[in-house]
């Protein structure tokens, strides 16, 4: 299914079998493509570049598609990663966190400081991490094959 160019995004570059690799949902989703392209909030004379999901109800694209601009991209693969190494070492804690000190880490950004930190206001939280722990255990070989291709497509950029 061919990605819509008529609509205020304008994709560039694109992923029109997303269906088909998206994870545990691959083959039955309705989450049809991914594109890189013109934002569709552009204002005349200043252009953004924008990912964006492209859904598809089986009728038409639906407006729960996503657009992010593309450093929230990459500060969402940021705290994936951030959360991943958290929980490599969480075993350590009795509650898979210190809930004395919940903040994961301070990664410098711009000047400041984006801090990750485990959601202390989720009154679940202590059950709720678990299952998290165990949904990315779930997942660690599909998750791992992304950040190995994240990986070397990052050294091959040269970062």
């Known amino acids: 299914m061919k990605i819509p160019t008529t609509l205020k995004h304008k994709p560039v570059v694109v992923i029109e079998n997303y269906e088909q690799v998206d994870g545990r949902y691959a083959g ?9 392209g013109l934002a569709q909030w552009n204002d005349r004379g200043k252009v953004d ?5 492209w859904r598809y109800t089986g ?10 601009p593309m450093h929230r ?9 951030r959360s991943s190494l958290h929980f490599q070492d969480a075993y350590r804690y009795p509650k898979l966190y210190d809930p004395e ?3 994961i880490d301070r990664i410098g ?3 400041d400081a984006m801090s990750v930190a485990v ?5 679940m939280i202590d059950s709720d991490i678990k299952l998290f ?3 990315l255990s779930d997942d660690g070989e599909m998750i791992g094959e992304r950040l190995r291709v994240l990986s070397r497509l990052l050294k091959e950029m040269g970062y």
């Open 28 to 36: 039955n989703t309705d989450a049809k493509g991914l594109s890189l």
């Open 133 to 135: 722990a165990q949904a």
């Open 101 to 103: 000190n919940t903040t």
């Open 59 to 68: 009728e038409k694209w639906s407006r729960q598609s996503e657009e992010l």
């Open 119 to 123: 959601c202390e206001e989720n009154p």
């Open 73 to 81: 991209v990459l500060d969402l693969a940021i705290l994936i990663c």
């Open 109 to 111: 950004l711009q000047g």
């Open 49 to 53: 570049i924008s990912a964006k999901v």
